[in-house]
């Protein structure tokens, strides 16, 4: 079985072959750190841990490098409104980011570059293409030569000429050509700045993450990863000055997701249509808000609204169900030691569930392999007699995919059992035989919080999940 991703460069799906057969070099494009994280920025770092977590549990080592942008305009701008120090106030929204993202089960990546950090890097890089040909200084500017890069809107898919009737030369900007981008920009009055030949000054968004990308993984790179946003110009651009200072391939694949929309309209502070990730992490568990994030392949666009969350709890919750149920029947002590034939079952499962992720990292399908299994589950649970093997078999298979997934359950919001459920429900028809009827409130209230619904009929009472 073989790994297919879909590379933005080619427009197509690609069997994956990494340089080192059992290593994979991956880059994934961080925040700007000058505010908290929105729920745009919490999605490629779900989406791309789930690929390295998919990665290395089809048993790759990966080297995940995501970096932090702490020198910017937006950073510059929030320091002189709060009266704080540019790194400090880095300093404290990393710090803020990284809570945010453990909390949403993204694993520590292997290296966190700065810009701050990475001065020496960036400044010896552009001296490279300054040197080559593809870089010019002007008036303490430098700035990358677009048309001496002849295969410029390769990723984008843009010509050059349709390129240049949308370019411009804003106010301040000395170019030789509309289609020019900065390398680095001349130091401003009271902004930070870093001395380089050209003078003091700071360098420009895109080269940051060719520099750190070249010091750290090399030359060329298996994976290139951020939000669908950064194809144009920012990955264009890292393509160009990359390739045009090493002669070789940037990277071999390239990766993408889609964008969020709130309520199906457009993110937007102006318009208060703008979700904080630690806001929604106040509001949902952790787990349903991953879970939520990858029941949509990353590749499509996702929308947040209260009704779709509210299915989506709904969806985990019978997920969650069947593994409990496995994990307490499991614990009771009359499943039979004999081997029975469902673990081919399992196996089957398993295969589907491999094959879903080999398919693009298509978490939608991986978790539509998870109902089924579900389902598959409840029925395994009717019998009589079961198979303590086959009990394991499920549960591991469970295990994986939750670490796949990387979906953690919290034990505080896990649904109630079967087993326990019906406890309830014959501990309410005592209360209602001794005429306890509070005691039968507060119990059908504490279903009725599980988002469990009784219906009491001539036939005794029945239950379902709402």
């Not at 994280?37 to 790759?60: M, Q, S």
């Not at 301040?172 to 680095?184: H, S």
Request: some cysteine; charged content about 30%; glycine content about 6%.
């Amino acid at each position: 079985m073989t790994i297919k991703l879909y590379n933005t460069l080619t427009r197509q799906k690609e069997t994956f072959q990494p340089i080192d057969r059992h290593h994979v070099k991956m880059y994934v494009c961080g925040p700007t750190v000058y505010n908290y994280i929105h729920i745009g920025n919490a999605r490629p770092a779900i989406v791309f841990d789930t690929v390295r977590r998919y990665l290395e549990y089809r048993g790759y080592t990966v080297t995940y490098l995501l970096n932090f942008t702490d020198v910017d305009d937006k950073l510059i701008n929030a320091s002189k409104d709060q009266g704080e120090d540019v790194l400090d106030l880095a300093d404290r929204f990393i710090e803020a980011y990284k809570q945010d993202v453990k909390k949403l089960g993204v694993k520590e990546a292997t290296l966190h570059p700065r810009v701050s950090e990475s001065m020496p890097d960036i400044i010896k890089f552009i001296e490279g293409l300054i040197d080559k040909g593809f870089a010019y200084e002007s008036s303490g500017d430098v700035y990358f030569r677009t048309r001496r890069f002849e295969n410029y809107g390769q990723l984008s898919h843009q010509s050059i000429d349709d390129l240049k009737s949308g370019a411009r030369i804003e106010v301040g900007e000395r170019k030789e050509d509309p289609l020019d981008f900065a390398l680095w920009k001349e130091a401003k009055e009271d902004e930070i700045a870093w001395d380089s030949p050209w003078g003091k000054g700071r360098p420009g968004w895109h080269i940051e993450c060719s520099a750190m990308v070249k010091k750290h993984l090399g030359e060329t790179i298996d994976i290139h990863a951020g939000g669908q946003d950064l194809a144009f110009p920012h990955h264009e651009n890292e393509i160009a000055q990359s390739e045009a200072c090493t002669s070789q391939t940037f990277a071999n694949y390239w990766m993408h997701n889609g964008y969020i929309t709130v309520n199906d309209e457009k993110m937007s502070k102006s318009t208060g249509n703008f979700i904080l990730a630690n806001e929604l992490l106040e509001a949902y568990s952790p787990a349903l808000i991953r879970f939520y994030m990858l029941s949509v392949h990353y590749r499509s666009p996702i929308n947040f609204s209260e009704e779709l969350l509210a299915q989506a709890q709904n969806g985990l919750d019978r997920i969650q169900n069947a593994y409990l149920n496995l994990k307490h029947r499991k614990n009771q002590t009359e499943n039979s030691d004999s081997p029975d034939d469902w673990t081919e079952q399992v196996a089957r499962y398993k295969q589907s569930l491999i094959e879903a992720m080999d398919d693009d990292f298509n978490t939608a399908n991986a978790i539509s392999v998870l109902f089924d299994l579900s389902k598959e589950v409840n029925v395994y649970l009717d019998r009589q007699e079961v198979s303590q093997e086959s009990l394991d078999k499920f549960i591991q298979l469970f295990d994986e995919a939750f670490s796949i997934l990387g979906i953690e359950l919290d034990e505080k919001d896990e649904p109630l059992l079967d087993v326990d459920v019906e406890q309830l429900i014959h501990d309410r028809n005592a209360a209602r035989k001794n005429k306890d009827f509070n005691r039968a409130d507060e119990i059908r209230d504490e279903l009725k919080a599980q988002g469990i619904i009784l219906e009491d009929t001539a036939q005794g009472t029945r239950w379902k999940r709402g």
